[in-house]
Protein backbone atom coordinates (compact mmCIF):
# COMPACT_ATOMS: atom_id res chain seq x y z
CA UNK A 1 0.00 0.00 0.00
CA UNK A 2 1.35 3.22 -1.02
CA UNK A 3 0.97 6.24 1.04
CA UNK A 4 1.26 9.76 0.81
CA UNK A 5 4.44 11.77 1.51
CA UNK A 6 2.94 13.30 4.83
CA UNK A 7 1.45 10.31 6.07
CA UNK A 8 4.66 8.56 5.71
CA UNK A 9 6.31 11.05 8.65
CA UNK A 10 3.51 9.53 10.95
CA UNK A 11 4.89 6.27 11.08
CA UNK A 12 8.41 4.56 11.65
CA UNK A 13 10.15 4.27 8.01
CA UNK A 14 11.80 1.40 7.18
CA UNK A 15 14.60 2.36 5.62
CA UNK A 16 17.03 0.58 2.41
CA UNK A 17 20.12 -0.90 2.81
CA UNK A 18 22.81 1.93 1.68
CA UNK A 19 26.49 1.01 1.75
CA UNK A 20 29.30 3.30 0.64
CA UNK A 21 32.46 3.04 -0.73
CA UNK A 22 35.40 3.90 1.17
CA UNK A 23 39.65 3.50 0.36
CA UNK A 24 39.68 0.42 2.74
CA UNK A 25 38.35 -2.95 2.79
CA UNK A 26 35.88 -4.46 5.53
CA UNK A 27 32.17 -5.13 5.20
CA UNK A 28 31.91 -8.69 5.95
CA UNK A 29 30.55 -8.47 9.11
CA UNK A 30 28.17 -6.11 7.70
CA UNK A 31 27.02 -8.75 5.45
CA UNK A 32 26.51 -11.54 8.16
CA UNK A 33 24.55 -8.60 10.38
CA UNK A 34 22.43 -7.99 7.80
CA UNK A 35 21.76 -12.15 6.97
CA UNK A 36 23.01 -11.70 3.11
CA UNK A 37 24.12 -14.77 1.51
CA UNK A 38 28.22 -15.36 1.47
CA UNK A 39 29.40 -12.36 3.42
CA UNK A 40 32.73 -10.88 2.11
CA UNK A 41 34.89 -8.00 2.21
CA UNK A 42 34.67 -5.70 -0.09
CA UNK A 43 35.93 -1.66 -0.55
CA UNK A 44 31.83 -0.87 0.67
CA UNK A 45 32.69 -1.61 4.56
CA UNK A 46 30.13 0.98 5.49
CA UNK A 47 26.17 1.24 5.65
CA UNK A 48 25.38 4.39 6.28
CA UNK A 49 22.25 4.50 8.29
CA UNK A 50 19.18 6.90 7.82
CA UNK A 51 21.87 9.46 6.47
CA UNK A 52 21.42 12.86 4.99
CA UNK A 53 25.01 13.28 4.19
CA UNK A 54 26.84 13.02 0.62
CA UNK A 55 30.33 11.06 1.07
CA UNK A 56 32.63 12.72 -0.02
CA UNK A 57 34.83 10.37 -1.22
CA UNK A 58 38.15 11.43 -2.76
CA UNK A 59 38.73 12.01 -6.66
CA UNK A 60 36.86 9.40 -9.36
CA UNK A 61 35.57 8.28 -6.30
CA UNK A 62 33.05 10.85 -5.75
CA UNK A 63 29.52 10.07 -6.79
CA UNK A 64 26.69 12.39 -6.23
CA UNK A 65 23.91 11.37 -4.14
CA UNK A 66 26.20 8.69 -2.12
CA UNK A 67 25.40 8.36 1.11
CA UNK A 68 22.19 9.48 0.99
CA UNK A 69 19.26 7.68 2.67
CA UNK A 70 16.62 6.21 0.63
CA UNK A 71 12.63 5.03 1.88
CA UNK A 72 12.02 2.63 -0.77
CA UNK A 73 8.98 0.60 1.48
CA UNK A 74 5.20 1.88 1.01
CA UNK A 75 6.30 4.82 -1.86
CA UNK A 76 5.76 4.27 -5.29
CA UNK A 77 8.91 5.98 -6.06
CA UNK A 78 11.86 5.09 -3.77
CA UNK A 79 12.58 8.89 -2.20
CA UNK A 80 15.73 10.54 0.10
CA UNK A 81 15.15 10.86 3.72
CA UNK A 82 16.69 14.08 3.12
CA UNK A 83 14.44 15.53 0.50
CA UNK A 84 11.23 14.46 3.06
CA UNK A 85 12.88 16.06 5.98
CA UNK A 86 13.17 18.73 4.20
CA UNK A 87 9.64 18.77 3.02
CA UNK A 88 7.98 18.02 6.70
CA UNK A 89 11.32 18.98 9.03
CA UNK A 90 8.63 19.91 11.63
CA UNK A 91 6.98 16.47 11.61
CA UNK A 92 10.20 14.79 11.29
CA UNK A 93 12.58 16.42 13.47
CA UNK A 94 10.60 18.08 15.61
CA UNK A 95 9.94 21.86 16.07
CA UNK A 96 12.35 22.16 18.36
CA UNK A 97 15.16 20.88 17.01
CA UNK A 98 14.38 22.45 13.35
CA UNK A 99 14.60 25.61 15.72
CA UNK A 100 18.23 24.71 16.66
CA UNK A 101 19.37 22.75 13.25
CA UNK A 102 17.39 23.54 10.51
CA UNK A 103 16.01 20.86 8.18
CA UNK A 104 19.32 18.74 9.55
CA UNK A 105 18.82 15.19 11.21
CA UNK A 106 22.12 16.34 13.37
CA UNK A 107 23.94 13.28 13.40
CA UNK A 108 25.38 10.51 11.46
CA UNK A 109 25.10 6.93 11.77
CA UNK A 110 26.97 4.33 10.39
CA UNK A 111 27.98 0.57 10.56
CA UNK A 112 31.59 -0.03 9.84
CA UNK A 113 33.55 -2.96 10.02
CA UNK A 114 37.12 -2.51 8.85
CA UNK A 115 38.96 -5.70 7.61
CA UNK A 116 41.96 -3.98 8.23
CA UNK A 117 43.39 -1.20 10.25
CA UNK A 118 42.46 2.13 9.10
CA UNK A 119 44.50 4.84 8.94
CA UNK A 120 45.41 8.08 11.12
CA UNK A 121 43.35 10.68 11.06
CA UNK A 122 40.85 13.98 12.87
CA UNK A 123 38.27 15.69 12.46
CA UNK A 124 37.63 19.47 12.66
CA UNK A 125 35.87 21.10 15.33
CA UNK A 126 32.53 22.86 14.96
CA UNK A 127 34.69 25.75 15.19
CA UNK A 128 36.62 25.52 12.52
CA UNK A 129 33.63 24.64 10.08
CA UNK A 130 32.44 27.35 10.59
CA UNK A 131 35.09 29.47 9.97
CA UNK A 132 37.15 27.74 7.30
CA UNK A 133 34.19 25.14 5.82
CA UNK A 134 31.06 27.42 5.56
CA UNK A 135 29.17 24.61 8.04
CA UNK A 136 27.82 24.10 11.25
CA UNK A 137 28.82 20.81 12.22
CA UNK A 138 32.34 19.51 12.88
CA UNK A 139 33.14 15.91 13.06
CA UNK A 140 32.96 14.90 16.87
CA UNK A 141 31.94 10.74 16.57
CA UNK A 142 31.67 8.06 19.02
CA UNK A 143 32.51 4.08 18.57
CA UNK A 144 29.86 1.47 19.86
CA UNK A 145 32.05 -1.84 19.50
CA UNK A 146 29.67 -4.67 18.04
CA UNK A 147 31.51 -7.67 17.47
CA UNK A 148 35.52 -8.02 16.98
CA UNK A 149 36.77 -10.49 14.41
CA UNK A 150 37.62 -14.06 16.11
CA UNK A 151 40.75 -14.35 14.17
CA UNK A 152 42.47 -10.98 15.90
CA UNK A 153 43.75 -11.44 18.98
CA UNK A 154 44.30 -8.23 20.32
CA UNK A 155 41.53 -5.72 18.67
CA UNK A 156 42.50 -1.90 19.45
CA UNK A 157 41.91 1.59 18.80
CA UNK A 158 44.18 4.19 18.20
CA UNK A 159 43.38 7.50 19.93
CA UNK A 160 45.24 10.65 21.17
CA UNK A 161 48.54 11.42 21.84
CA UNK A 162 50.55 9.83 24.99
CA UNK A 163 53.41 11.89 24.42
CA UNK A 164 54.51 14.77 23.88
CA UNK A 165 54.32 15.81 19.65
CA UNK A 166 55.18 19.37 18.63
CA UNK A 167 53.57 20.55 15.37
CA UNK A 168 56.44 20.58 13.59
CA UNK A 169 57.85 17.01 14.56
CA UNK A 170 54.55 15.71 13.58
CA UNK A 171 54.41 17.12 10.29
CA UNK A 172 57.58 15.77 9.93
CA UNK A 173 56.40 12.56 10.76
CA UNK A 174 54.07 12.98 8.23
CA UNK A 175 56.21 13.96 5.59
CA UNK A 176 58.59 10.69 5.53
CA UNK A 177 54.93 8.71 5.90
CA UNK A 178 56.89 7.27 9.21
CA UNK A 179 54.22 5.17 10.23
CA UNK A 180 55.33 3.38 13.09
CA UNK A 181 56.55 6.44 14.94
CA UNK A 182 53.02 7.94 14.48
CA UNK A 183 51.15 4.83 16.05
CA UNK A 184 53.66 4.97 19.00
CA UNK A 185 52.93 8.32 19.77
CA UNK A 186 49.45 7.77 20.30
CA UNK A 187 47.39 5.39 23.20
CA UNK A 188 46.83 2.02 22.15
CA UNK A 189 43.27 0.86 24.01
CA UNK A 190 42.22 -2.71 23.60
CA UNK A 191 38.52 -3.02 22.67
CA UNK A 192 35.79 -5.44 22.82
CA UNK A 193 32.14 -6.06 22.02
CA UNK A 194 29.96 -3.33 24.45
CA UNK A 195 32.75 -0.58 24.48
CA UNK A 196 32.36 2.73 23.71
CA UNK A 197 34.99 5.16 22.93
CA UNK A 198 34.29 8.93 22.56
CA UNK A 199 36.52 10.57 19.76
CA UNK A 200 36.14 14.67 20.17
CA UNK A 201 36.71 16.33 16.95
CA UNK A 202 40.55 17.48 16.44
CA UNK A 203 41.95 14.16 18.74
CA UNK A 204 43.96 11.59 15.99
CA UNK A 205 42.39 8.33 15.75
CA UNK A 206 42.49 4.98 13.84
CA UNK A 207 40.21 1.90 14.14
CA UNK A 208 42.65 -1.28 14.34
CA UNK A 209 41.35 -4.10 12.25
CA UNK A 210 38.92 -6.47 12.79
CA UNK A 211 36.62 -4.09 14.24
CA UNK A 212 32.83 -4.15 13.74
CA UNK A 213 31.03 -0.82 15.38
CA UNK A 214 27.86 1.89 15.32
CA UNK A 215 29.77 4.94 14.36
CA UNK A 216 27.67 7.54 15.63
CA UNK A 217 29.36 11.23 14.33
CA UNK A 218 28.46 14.61 13.60
CA UNK A 219 26.44 15.27 9.99
CA UNK A 220 29.59 15.41 7.52
CA UNK A 221 32.24 13.81 5.75
CA UNK A 222 34.98 15.58 6.68
CA UNK A 223 38.50 14.10 7.77
CA UNK A 224 41.77 15.18 7.46
CA UNK A 225 44.28 12.34 6.61
CA UNK A 226 47.39 12.34 8.73
CA UNK A 227 48.62 8.72 7.22
CA UNK A 228 48.28 9.61 3.69
CA UNK A 229 49.19 5.73 1.94
CA UNK A 230 47.04 2.95 2.46
CA UNK A 231 46.77 -0.08 0.77
CA UNK A 232 43.70 1.06 -1.31
CA UNK A 233 44.51 4.75 -2.01
CA UNK A 234 47.22 6.99 -1.90
CA UNK A 235 46.08 10.29 -1.21
CA UNK A 236 46.58 13.46 -3.18
CA UNK A 237 47.66 16.38 -0.78
CA UNK A 238 44.63 18.50 -2.30
CA UNK A 239 42.21 15.46 -0.27
CA UNK A 240 44.00 15.25 2.95
CA UNK A 241 43.60 19.08 4.27
CA UNK A 242 39.73 19.64 3.33
CA UNK A 243 40.50 22.00 0.62
CA UNK A 244 42.74 24.35 2.85
CA UNK A 245 46.32 25.09 3.38
CA UNK A 246 47.60 22.33 5.37
CA UNK A 247 48.86 24.24 8.38
CA UNK A 248 45.62 25.84 9.16
CA UNK A 249 44.28 22.89 8.42
CA UNK A 250 46.48 20.67 11.04
CA UNK A 251 45.93 23.43 13.51
CA UNK A 252 43.01 22.04 14.35
CA UNK A 253 44.47 18.52 15.83
CA UNK A 254 44.30 18.55 19.29
CA UNK A 255 48.12 17.82 20.55
CA UNK A 256 46.99 17.53 24.32
CA UNK A 257 48.91 14.96 25.88
CA UNK A 258 46.21 12.24 28.03
CA UNK A 259 47.47 9.36 30.28
CA UNK A 260 45.94 6.41 30.76
CA UNK A 261 44.05 7.50 33.35
CA UNK A 262 42.66 9.98 31.58
CA UNK A 263 41.91 7.93 28.43
CA UNK A 264 40.00 6.03 30.41
CA UNK A 265 38.19 8.45 32.28
CA UNK A 266 37.80 10.87 29.46
CA UNK A 267 37.58 8.43 26.13
CA UNK A 268 36.39 5.55 27.17
CA UNK A 269 32.35 5.86 28.26
CA UNK A 270 30.72 3.85 31.05
CA UNK A 271 26.94 2.83 30.44
CA UNK A 272 24.48 3.23 32.58
CA UNK A 273 20.72 2.06 32.64
CA UNK A 274 18.44 5.07 32.93
CA UNK A 275 14.96 3.73 32.38
CA UNK A 276 13.46 -0.02 33.48
CA UNK A 277 10.15 -1.69 33.37
CA UNK A 278 9.83 -4.62 34.53
CA UNK A 279 12.90 -6.86 32.76
CA UNK A 280 13.17 -4.73 29.79
CA UNK A 281 16.01 -1.46 30.31
CA UNK A 282 16.79 1.35 27.85
CA UNK A 283 20.83 1.59 28.75
CA UNK A 284 22.47 5.35 28.12
CA UNK A 285 25.95 4.37 26.51
CA UNK A 286 26.96 7.11 25.84
CA UNK A 287 24.61 10.88 26.48
CA UNK A 288 24.57 14.19 26.49
CA UNK A 289 26.62 14.67 29.63
CA UNK A 290 29.63 13.36 27.47
CA UNK A 291 28.74 15.70 24.59
CA UNK A 292 26.24 17.73 22.85
CA UNK A 293 26.46 16.21 19.71
CA UNK A 294 24.40 13.15 19.81
CA UNK A 295 23.57 10.42 22.40
CA UNK A 296 23.49 6.43 21.57
CA UNK A 297 20.96 4.45 24.10
CA UNK A 298 20.60 0.74 23.92
CA UNK A 299 16.96 -0.79 24.27
CA UNK A 300 17.27 -4.46 26.04
CA UNK A 301 13.36 -5.30 25.41
CA UNK A 302 12.12 -8.24 27.23
CA UNK A 303 8.47 -9.05 26.36
CA UNK A 304 7.47 -5.65 25.67
CA UNK A 305 9.04 -2.11 26.10
CA UNK A 306 7.55 0.88 24.71
CA UNK A 307 9.43 4.32 24.46
CA UNK A 308 8.53 7.98 22.81
CA UNK A 309 10.11 10.13 20.56
CA UNK A 310 10.04 12.61 23.32
CA UNK A 311 9.38 15.32 20.34
CA UNK A 312 12.63 14.46 18.00
CA UNK A 313 13.35 11.98 15.60
CA UNK A 314 15.74 9.05 15.99
CA UNK A 315 17.25 6.51 14.25
CA UNK A 316 16.78 2.74 15.10
CA UNK A 317 19.15 -0.31 14.73
CA UNK A 318 17.80 -3.58 15.70
CA UNK A 319 20.96 -5.57 16.99
CA UNK A 320 19.54 -8.74 18.18
CA UNK A 321 16.50 -11.46 18.76
CA UNK A 322 13.02 -10.60 16.71
CA UNK A 323 9.79 -8.96 17.36
CA UNK A 324 7.82 -5.69 16.27
CA UNK A 325 7.09 -2.39 16.56
CA UNK A 326 3.51 -1.39 17.37
CA UNK A 327 2.65 2.48 16.35
CA UNK A 328 -0.62 4.04 16.14
CA UNK A 329 -0.45 3.25 12.12
CA UNK A 330 -0.32 -0.40 12.14
CA UNK A 331 3.26 -2.36 13.29
CA UNK A 332 6.45 -3.42 11.53
CA UNK A 333 8.30 -7.15 11.91
CA UNK A 334 11.62 -6.72 13.83
CA UNK A 335 14.79 -8.97 13.10
CA UNK A 336 18.46 -8.25 13.74
CA UNK A 337 19.58 -5.49 10.94
CA UNK A 338 16.18 -3.78 10.45
CA UNK A 339 17.09 -0.05 10.36
CA UNK A 340 13.87 2.39 10.97
CA UNK A 341 14.01 6.44 10.68
CA UNK A 342 11.20 7.04 13.65
CA UNK A 343 9.67 10.32 12.90
CA UNK A 344 9.30 12.88 15.88
CA UNK A 345 5.52 12.75 14.97
CA UNK A 346 5.34 9.38 16.36
CA UNK A 347 5.34 9.70 19.69
CA UNK A 348 4.53 6.45 22.07
CA UNK A 349 5.42 3.07 19.97
CA UNK A 350 6.09 -0.39 21.83
CA UNK A 351 8.31 -3.28 21.00
CA UNK A 352 6.49 -6.70 21.71
CA UNK A 353 9.42 -9.47 21.42
CA UNK A 354 8.38 -12.84 22.69
CA UNK A 355 11.57 -13.88 22.54
CA UNK A 356 13.56 -10.73 23.32
CA UNK A 357 15.21 -7.55 20.98
CA UNK A 358 18.00 -5.68 21.79
CA UNK A 359 17.85 -1.89 19.98
CA UNK A 360 20.26 0.34 19.09
CA UNK A 361 18.87 3.75 19.77
CA UNK A 362 20.27 6.89 17.97
CA UNK A 363 19.26 10.18 19.18
CA UNK A 364 20.75 13.61 17.40
CA UNK A 365 22.34 16.65 18.77
CA UNK A 366 20.66 18.18 21.63
CA UNK A 367 18.43 21.05 20.53
ZN1 LIG B 1 37.28 9.35 12.33
Known amino acids: MNVSPKQLTQAPIVLEPNRVW ?6 KMIDRFKGLANPKDSLFPEEWVGSCVQATNPGEHFKKGEGLAIIGSGVSEPVSLKSLIEQFPEEMLGP ?25 HAHPTKEFARTHLNDCFGKTEAWFVLETRPEVADPY ?6 D ?10 MLKNDIDEMMRVMHRVPVKAGDVVYVKAGVPHAIGEGIFMVELQEPSDYSIILEQMCPAYTFRQEECYLGLDPDTTLSVIDHRVYTPD ?5 LVIKSKVIRKDGESAEVQLLGYDTTECFAGHRLDVKTSFSDTTDGRGSILIVLDGEGKLVHNRGEIPLKRGVELFVPAAVGTHEFLAPKGLTVFKCLPAQA
Not at 157 to 162: D, E, G, H, Q, R
Open 22 to 27: RFYDGG
Open 96 to 120: RHVKTHGANPAMLVKLLDAAIRLII
Open 262 to 266: EVRQE
Open 164 to 173: EVSCPRYKDM
Open 157 to 162: VLIAFK
